[in-house]
């Protein structure tokens, strides 16, 4: 059964619906979620995508997330990415609000969430192939390097998080 999609306008609001296919090939705005995921100490975690994955295949991301299904809750779909990826469930998510990217290749409307996890992080479903935790500092260092491949949505975020100065992102912005 195809996977039907929320789409969306400019200011994120629900336009419709769509499958999956046709959203990214017809690159059709659209809704989603990322969670970035901490521990205690501060560090992200960050990952790399299944090399079968429909967009950024092999990338590198700090985001746990996917798109948002036809009348899905934003914080209920967080939940289910985040289970769904990385097998972490109950955790407390924090909203920071929505990021906007558009590139040639997607038009996205995110919503935002930071989660703390301390407990263990599998990769549930395939989606994930590696992972490890980075303090922001050795992310930057890995963000300024050009040959290391990194989803631009997410780069993006990271991005706006520093400049806006929203918690300790700004370190990613010191190098």
Do not use: C, Q
């Not at 985001?63 to 289910?80: F, H, I, N």
């Not at 935002?112 to 994930?128: H, L, M, R």
């Not at 050009?146 to 990613?172: E, Q």
């Amino acid at each position: 059964m195809p996977e039907i999609v929320t789409l969306v306008d400019a200011d994120g609001s629900p336009t419709g619906s769509a499958e999956r296919s046709v959203v990214r090939r017809d690159n059709l705005r659209h809704a989603a979620t990322a969670v970035l995921v901490r521990d205690p100490e501060g560090r992200i975690y960050v990952h790399r995508r299944s090399p079968t994955k429909d967009w950024a295949p092999g990338h590198h991301d700090a985001a746990a997330g996917g798109v948002l299904t036809a009348g899905e809750d934003p914080e209920e779909s967080a939940r289910r990415e985040l289970e769904e990826e990385l097998a972490v469930s109950g955790a407390d998510l924090r909203p920071l609000g929505l990021n906007h990217y558009e590139d040639d290749t997607t038009r996205v409307v995110e919503h935002v969430y930071e989660t703390t996890w301390d407990g263990p992080v599998v990769w549930a479903d395939g989606e994930v192939v590696w992972g490890a935790w980075l303090t922001l500092d050795e992310l930057a260092v890995r963000l300024a390097d050009p040959g290391w491949s990194f989803v631009p949505d997410t780069r993006a975020l990271l991005a706006r998080l520093a400049a806006d100065r929203v918690g300790d992102y700004a370190r990613l912005s010191a190098r």
